[in-house]
């Protein structure tokens, strides 16, 4: 989630921009039959949009987005020399690719940024631009916040990843006032060599707007951030989770954004900006709709989304 609180968000949140209502129909006819495996994504358009989708912007996020005519349930996965030659799904074969991979998983927020503003607030070195430390994140109607949501989320899906044998490194566990700031989650992600790194979030934009959606790094280059490298394998892994996460809690793709993908490529995100490791951010559902609040507020749930998360954070390891 963008904004919230104590800063001015640049768009009330109940707020419907031509363009949200043009997803929103767009989304309606492909959803239904655009499922798990988003491919052939041809034909990309930069838009502007007005969602709160992603996590460390403080503005409309500019997002690259495939067309929606991009997905096509019954062909075969999307492969590139960065794919793993797997297929998507959990596969049990604990050690062997397993063995010796670290996955840093990032709970976007943390519970105390309402608290420190000042701090949070205070611009840092994406590369590309400089942009706000960290963000409070959203909360559910009745206050569930989500940073509470990320970490829970978080704390599952390492202990499902370490039971696979994998090392796993959360980026905080709101063991801090505040923060860190998102140039810190990156270089955490970076430092600790990491084979996937994974920021766990979910949205506050207006109800009625369901369903998750995987942020993906757009190619960027300026000061600390390039993303060259990392643009093929964060895809890779960010459709492996998505097509997991969609069969394990049984969402559906955002019917706000993405059209009917459940994929965002997004490059003005300095935690993916940053990153020089696989990295991608998912938005679990939208905290500000009742439907999706009931699925996000529930430990159960919440259980499905770390399985569906690891499943694909395994598959994408080639586990
Ligand atoms: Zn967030």
Known sequence: MRYDDST?????????????????????LAVGTAVLAPTALAG???????????ADDARPPRIVMPAASGTDASAAPQTSAA?????????????????????????GHNTGNFKHTSEIDQKVDIGTNRKECDTTGTTTNSGYMEAEFTLDVSRRLRTVLEAKGLKVVLTHEADRPWGPCINERAR??????????????????????????????????GGAADTAKIVEPSRSLGE?????????????????????????????LG????????????????????????????????????QGIADGIVGFLGG
């Not at 990309?44 to 992603?54: C, D, E, I, K």
């Not at 799904?89 to 690719?97: C, F, L, T």
């Open 240 to 268: 492996r989770i998505a097509s997991n996460f969609a069969r394990t809690t049984g969402s559906a793709p955002a019917n706000y954004l993405g059209g009917g993908t459940g994929l965002v490529v997004r490059d003005d």
């Open 44 to 54: 990309w358009v930069l838009v502007q949009v007005t969602t709160g989708a992603g």
């Open 83 to 107: 794919t793993p030659p797997t297929t998507p799904g959990p596969s049990a074969s604990a050690k062997g690719p397993l063995a010796g991979r670290t996955v840093v998983i990032d709970p």
């Open 271 to 306: 935690g993916l900006n940053l990153s020089t490791r696989p990295k991608v951010f998912i938005e679990c559902g939208n905290m500000r709709d009742a439907k999706d609040a009931a699925l996000l507020t529930s430990p159960q749930w919440r259980q499905k989304a770390a």
């Open 8 to 28: 001015p968000a640049p768009e009330p949140a109940s707020s419907v921009s031509p363009e949200r209502r043009w997803f929103a129909r767009r989304s309606a």
């Open 188 to 221: 955490i992600g970076n430092e600790a060599g990491a084979d996937a790194v994974v920021s766990v979030h979910a949205d506050g934009v207006s109800e009625g707007n369901r369903g998750y959606h995987v942020i993906l790094p757009a190619k960027v280059k």
